[in-house]
């Protein structure tokens, strides 16, 4: 099992460009999130999904689209990057929240300038 | 808000000694406290975790103490090693809810 993979590993990003963060698993998990990590801010979600055509927001939202059409892939889509997006992005999935350990991919780097 | 407050935000340690990480939270409906380490460049990696029906939970040299009245719990890395340096988080969830809230993390080094 490759667990969950991540791409880009690194991205730099001009104010106002878009762009989509790839994430799968072959885990056959239902439940997939996104969180962003920054220095003190410890890990905040942004989105999640407990199964395919079922996605709801977490802290931080705004600024950010997910969707899921398969159980295998959760992409997260930047709509108009800014500056306080830069942060270092993971995805993570497990069998169900419920007591579940939640395996992270390797995370992005995300800059934009 | 915070959910979940964790404190240090950094700690040194010498080789053999006993590092603790403490974590607090307010919300009752939390049943489910999980550790992570994460490694440089990594993504984290569960670590260990504890319901509250239990007051403590060893794995190995990594032990969680839990305190249900004072809403509080702990990881004790016993015989600490250089390569336990780490940044460690602490989390909770309830199964009523579909969240993970970590705390801010605390980065561990563990001097030879």
């Known amino acids: 099992n490759a667990g969950v993979t991540q791409t880009p590993k690194f991205q730099v990003l001009k104010t106002g460009q878009s762009m989509t963060l790839q994430c799968a698993q072959d885990?056959?998990?239902?439940?997939m999130s996104w969180y962003r990590q920054d220095p003190g801010m410890g890990l905040r979600l942004i989105h999640y999904?407990?199964?395919?055509?079922?996605?709801d927001q977490g802290e931080v939202p705004n600024g950010y689209n997910v969707s899921r059409s398969t159980t295998e892939d959760f992409p997260l889509r930047l709509l108009s990057a800014a500056p306080s997006q830069t942060s270092v992005y993971f995805c993570?999935?497990?069998?169900?929240?419920?007591?579940?350990?939640?395996?992270f991919g390797p995370g992005t780097r995300l800059t934009v300038l | 808000q915070q959910q979940v407050k964790q404190s240090p935000q950094s700690l040194i340690v010498q080789k053999g000694g006993i590092p603790i990480i403490n974590c607090a939270y307010e919300n009752t409906a939390f049943d489910y406290f999980p550790w992570y380490q994460q490694f440089p460049g990594k993504g984290p990696a569960l670590l260990i975790a504890?319901?509250?029906?239990?007051s403590e939970k060893k794995e190995g040299r990594f032990t969680i103490s839990f305190n249900k009245s004072a809403k509080q719990f702990s990881l004790h890395i016993m015989d600490s090693q250089p390569g336990d340096s780490a940044t460690y988080f602490c989390?909770?969830?309830?199964?009523?809810?579909?969240?993970?809230?970590f705390g801010t993390g605390t980065s561990l080094t563990v001097i030879p």
């Open positions: 993570a999935s497990s069998y169900t929240m419920e007591g579940g350990t939640q395996y």
């Open positions: 885990m056959n998990h239902e439940y």
């Open positions: 504890i319901r509250p029906d239990v």
């Open positions: 989390a909770a969830s309830s199964n009523t809810g579909n969240q993970f809230y």
């Open positions: 999904s407990v199964g395919a055509g079922i996605t």
